[in-house]
DNA sequence: AGTTGGTTTAACCAGTTGGCAAAATTAATA
DNA sequence: TATTAATTTTGCCAACTGGTTAAACCAACT
């Protein structure tokens, strides 16, 4: 069996509950003790303090932001299966995570010094994607394009529907749960579509 | 001169400040009093509570963040000037109040209901840019879209340069304050020019 | 059974925070 | 000037919250 679920798993995922909810300001020691279902103290005994707790939280939650691109960059597989490969992989981690963008954001705003320490050795390297649009642009793949207003546009479109699922499904879908959701599956296909025909080079 | 500052507006002004800065869980009274240079107990006289002074500030602000679109809608202007138009004022806004589409997003999604409520009737009309973008796709101006997913595409593309600059600052540009400067002027003629790119019909 | 070490809990504390009541000050009106 | 009303401040409090301490519990080993 072994069902001996240990402690500190339990504080962990009922803390990435509570702060990617409540932010940190809004989350309460006491609140992540009952939906871990141990007592408040026991917080403390593993991880000394609030901030403490939060960092463990904020620092797992943005590696899980930052887009994951080792694995695809190392194929060679043609650029546009790479590309959407890259929004299906993106899309899927926020359809899993739909409070990560808004978590992220609004703490690195309230504290950017501090939290771009804890993050500095995230292993995110840009330049690889740089280069990798470069060379389709010189390939003539492509048009034209800066790499990294072409990576800001795309994940610019990728978030926002996450981001503003309230305002998306309140004032364009009237609170219908279901059309948003449809909305959703067909972002994919969209995003693709949109990019593609934007950057594809015409004969 | 009636350089004659009326307490209320110091309130509203340092309020706003604060709570974009904070969110509503971060802000605390004294902070909006020390800003606007007046007693604490003052704000709960012309305001109730905090909550009160939240609200009025929330929805404000929410009214700011959504596209204003009525003046746009009503010139008979070719629609990429239009289209144009549009992404310069959205833009235009976001320089001015940075902070404003993480603040809104957060907050929403910290209580929606609640929220929800306050600015059930802010008179935005998404039907109106729907059946405007319908109406290009019928001309043959523009591909066939699906006018939601495209006007989603612009609006992410605008506000993920704002809400992402600690990360973008950070981690693209090397903390480079100027970098990313220049890089926010940029934005507008490289979304338009994505955006036509990927929408005009081609002969 | 007794001992030892790690784990969990109950009880409590000190600092903070939103909010209030009553006094004090200023402005307006008679 | 006297009086009334509006505005501002001082001082305070009750509730909440992160954190601590000491006791209780429990498994493993001797």
Redo the contacts with the bound molecule.
């Keep these: 069996m072994e069902q001996d679920i240990n402690?500190e798993k339990l504080i962990l995922n009922a803390a990435k509950e509570v702060f990617l909810e409540k932010g940190f300001d809004g989350?309460?020691?006491?609140e992540i003790a009952d939906r871990a279902g141990?007592?408040?103290?026991?917080l403390?005994?593993y991880f000394?303090?609030?901030?403490n707790l939060f960092d463990a939280i904020f620092k797992d939650a943005f590696e899980q932001f930052l887009p994951r691109i080792a694995g695809i960059m190392t194929t060679d597989k043609p650029f546009f299966e790479k590309l959407e490969f890259f929004i299906d992989t993106y899309l899927n981690m926020l359809s899993e995570n739909p409070h990560l963008p808004v978590f992220v954001m609004h703490e690195i705003n309230r504290s950017p010094e501090v939290l771009i320490n804890i993050i500095r050795d995230s292993g995110f390297n840009p330049e690889a994607l740089r280069s990798m649009i470069k060379k389709e642009v010189k390939a003539g793949t492509i048009n034209p394009v800066d790499p990294v207003h072409l990576i800001v546009n795309i994940i610019g479109m990728c978030l926002f529907p996450y981001m503003g699922k309230p305002i998306l499904q309140g004032f364009i879908f009237k609170n219908n749960a279901e059309d948003y959701q449809k909305f959703l599956t067909e972002r994919k296909k969209e995003i693709k579509k949109f990019v593609i025909n934007s950057i594809r080079k015409k004969v």
């Excluded at 989350?27 to 006491?30: G, K, P, S, T, V």
């Excluded at 141990?38 to 026991?42: D, F, P």
């Design positions: 402690s989350a309460r020691m006491q141990i007592n408040k103290a026991l403390h005994y000394r303090s609030k901030d």
